[in-house]
Nanobody
Framework: QVQLVESGGGLVQAGGSLRLSCATSINIGSIIAMGWYRQAPGKQRVLVAS???????YYEDSVKGRFTISRDNTKNTVSLQMSSLKPEDTAVYYC??????????WGQGTQVTVSS
């Protein structure tokens, strides 16, 4: 079973930056894909960015050019660098690890609040 520990959320003004990190309990190189999701109040959880074991990345349209996902295989972490933040980026952000074809694990979530 994979465990995930997230860090890096907080309060930031619009236009600012934050970096989220997610540490895995196993060798990240063995994880099929890792992603960051977010859930705003009253809305569904949506995929924001993901990165596969092979390094292929995906970004949701609203964050393209502002967010960057990366993984550090030496530290078993995946990070989400968020820049030019907007109030609509406010949400709880969740790390997800797909470590088998039909198995995945969620982090506990970290709050990101962007003030206008």
């Amino acid at each position: 079973q994979v465990q995930l520990v997230e860090s890096g959320g907080g309060l930031v003004q619009a236009g600012g930056s934050l970096r989220l990190s997610c540490a895995t309990s196993i060798n990240i190189g063995s994880i099929i894909a890792m992603g960051w999701y977010r859930q705003a109040p009253g809305k569904q959880r949506v995929l924001v960015a993901s990165i596969t074991r092979g390094g292929v990345t995906y970004y949701e349209d609203s964050v393209k050019g502002r967010f960057t996902i990366s993984r550090d295989n030496t530290k078993n972490t995946v990070s989400l660098q968020m820049s030019s933040l907007k109030p609509e980026d406010t949400a709880v952000y969740y790390c997800n690890a797909r470590w088998a074809t039909t198995r995945d694990t969620w982090g506990q979530g970290t709050q990101v609040t962007v003030s206008s």
